[in-house]
Nanobody, 122 residues
Framework: VQLQACGGGSVQSGGSLRLSCAAS????????TGWFRQAPGKEREFVTA????????YYADSVKGRFTISRDNAKNTVYLQMNSLKPEDTAVYYC????????????????WGQGTLVTVSS
């Protein structure tokens, strides 16, 4: 499975962005998919994840109510809709896929995309 994230950019505080994670490989629909982010000088952290079917979603407390993850398995794509963005959301966002691992821990993910930069100005 190869993943490619896109959709990052620069927005003002309160704005919105939608990230996409496009996957190659017919087995992608078997993988849970997550988004992580890494701000300058900080460790990569969990943001959100979605089960292989899309039936279950998980969010970090810091983004709950503002971010929405979804997936379209027919298009092999996972989306991250980010609303009410804050300066502290500034980071490189990575999508990742795991077949059997825990969705909460980055070490449990099998495949990673290259990252897309989100910058939120105040």
């Amino acid at each position: 499975v190869q993943l490619q994230a896109c959709g990052g950019g620069s927005v003002q505080s309160g704005g919105s962005l939608r990230l996409s994670c496009a996957a190659s490989g017919r087995t992608f629909r078997s993988y849970a998919t997550g988004w992580f982010r890494q701000a300058p000088g900080k460790e990569r952290e969990f943001v959100t994840a979605i089960s292989w079917s899309g039936g279950s979603t998980y969010y970090a407390d810091s983004v709950k109510g503002r971010f929405t993850i979804s997936r379209d398995n027919a298009k092999n794509t996972v989306y991250l809709q980010m609303n009410s963005l804050k300066p502290e959301d500034t980071a490189v966002y990575y999508c990742a896929a795991t077949e059997y691992g825990s969705i909460w821990y980055l070490d449990e993910y099998d495949y990673w995309g290259q990252g897309t930069l989100v910058t939120v100005s105040s």
